[in-house]
């Protein structure tokens, strides 16, 4: 409560000064420095008040990830005279000196997502001369400032949800290596939300609600890229149109995909969940266990048609117990609508009897 | 051009600079401390971790070629994973010519020390341990590479995994050696991988002491060229508690050496004693897979010279008292062969010859038909199997430097 107010209490003070804060630039050259900046203030995203600097353009992927109910804001930022080149598969070509940027923050209460909200972090990741790089940024209490967190950190803190219910969260800033683990193709480093068919989706910029992928092309900001209609679409996993089948798919590719695929880190299982996948045994269908350890729960398949509760890929969904639980990174609550979609999917695949 | 020049430059000097020591201590805020040494070194360095115990609440993770991450001893340097809030295991390594050295990993949630795509990797002098003994809610592996080349595990003891204590997995040049797996429900366990020698190790109260495996639908597979020896692979006698689902959840309690779906397995100069089992199981893989490249029979198999004591008195697996009564006398055989051998791989017109050369006989064949079809077995029991000779693997050979990173 004491937050909330303080949240107000400054907010009313903007607005009664009339002094509004400078307006933010991007410093591009912070943002390729030798040496990344150990409080993002450097880098000039963000003004004193919090609000985005004019050259951060929103965007939002089809399906998110789940993270811990955490309400997530993403921008890019293009060095200036560039644009991002269309590919069909995986990310859009971002030009070097290119950065992508995500706020993680809670408000006190999500069914009023625009009151007293916190700021926990804001992960960036820089597209330098050699390469994709991760850095995590973890805000004051005031959320006027954030420094870097290179070995990650733990935050204690909560929200009520959507039903009035008090939740704790013990959140979790990745370490710069466990941004690696779930960002590496083949190894290497690279954009997961902003691809193409991530993007293929609407959008509610301040004017108008539009597709991304034609604003951006319409906007010059993005070259080479086909009308939405003949460019590849990840389903929107909660939209009530789509079949159950597709917002399932792409629920898993976001939530899964990004490992469990013959280019992530966990390749070796054989599992495979990312939206290109096909073939139902490497989907999980009548797939046994090959490392999972306790993480089987003692059910012989990582999903089992009909019978979501004899489904590996359900009870590591449900469980928040390090070593059981999936994904691995990245949650330490349950999705509780992510799994019931994933136990209605599989209730409705045709069983064995 | 110019920044071409500083670049080279740069690098001359990285080589050329002394290998930094970074030096950590147990204490508050060991987590971030140690977990910002493995980012900040660079190759050559060491991460030094002073004696003590270091309680962790997340996986630790290297991604740096050339680091050599050492303790003061097995005993005397701990990273107690008690209170680990997140991570699927202790320690994550990404990268190549990595040493783990001298120190100790305790009470993972998931896997005790990973390693994945990593070249010239060496666990030496390590130990992995549960604390609680034997349980069902141990982490899987103690030392796990995956998907790499080169590994070497020297004089490292893992006790507890609910899987395998060690386990190699769809991985090439291999050498596990000197080392300890007990109270594991597999002590050490050579899966889908290529060239691995496993040598003078003690694999004991386990559930099963060696399995060399292979399986359906993985990107690595058609795991070969695997020489066991050496080792005193005795007394294992753990009740398996593997979760059920897991492939290692199948293996009899009290199994010495267990094969499984692989080609040129070389079994020799072991002691295989007090498994109430087997000693040595050679067997197809029996569950059903939809990969037209596997090939789930034991083939090309040499069980030789061994130092036999008693074995199989307590057969664990599905109709092992009938077969033990049928047979009669106090213990099967040491050798058991499902005998499957009618399999015609992809693209073969034939069946193709599956070669087994057990001469530490008794062998016993169950003369299946096809894999697992216990119900139309055929048993019989010879003093020998010899299909001919087989050809030995050579001996793994890893790289010459992988020898002197890290000492």
New interface residues.
Partial sequence: MRRALAGLACAAALLAGGTAPAPAHVSGKALLAERPALNISAYGLFDAAGRPAAELVPFAPATPLFSDYAEKQRWFYLPPGTRIRYTPQGPLDFPVGAALVKTFAYPADLRRPNEAVRKLETRLLIHRPDGWVALAYVWNEDGTEAVLK?????IETGFVDAKGARRSV?Y?VP????C??CHSRD?VMAPLGPSARNLNAAFAYPERTENQLARLARLGLLEGAPSPQAAPRTPVWDDPAETLEARTRGYLDANCGHCHS?TG?A??S?LNLNLEETRP??LGI????????????????SIAPGRPDES?LVHRMAST????MMP??GR?LTHEEGLALIRAWIAAMPGPD | MKRLIIGLAGALLASAAHAATLAVSPGPDA???L??A??DAKPGDVVELAAGRYEL???L???VDGVTVRGAGPDATVLSFKG?????EGL?V?SDKVVLRDFAVED????GIKA??SDQISFRNLRVEWTGGPK??????GV?P??SSNVLIDKVTVRGA??AGI?V??SRNIVVRNSTAEFNVAGIEIENSMNADVHDNLATRNAGGVLIFD?P????MGGHSVRVFRNRIVQNDTPNFA?????VAEVPTGTGVMVMANRDVHVFDNEIDGNGSAAVLLVSYT?????ASYNPLPRDVVVRDNRIGRNGWSPGFPGGDLLLKAIGGEALPPVIWDGVTNFTPKGFSEPQVVRIRALDGPVLSLGLPAPGALMQANPSVAPSLDHGSIEEPQSVALPTDQAALGS
Avoid: C, F
Wanted: net charge negative; charged share 25%; hydrophobic share 25%.
């Fill in positions: 290179r070995a990650g950190a733990w013990d979790r370490n710069a290596n466990q690696k683990e190894g013959p880190i390749d070796n054989g045994h490497a009548g797939k046994a266990p090959v490392a999972a350890g306790r993480g089987s729960g003692g059910l012989a398949v590996i117990e390090p070593g059981v691995e990174l330490s | 987590q971030e401390r977990q910002t493995l980012l609440i997340d996986g993770s290297l991604d680990q809030k997140g991570s699927g994550l990404t993972t949630r998931g896997d994945k795509d069902e809610t141990n982490g899987a592996y796990y995956v998907s609910s899987d386990y997995g769809q399986l639908g993985l990107p690595v979760p059920k689902g897991n492939i569950r059903p897979y939809d990969d």
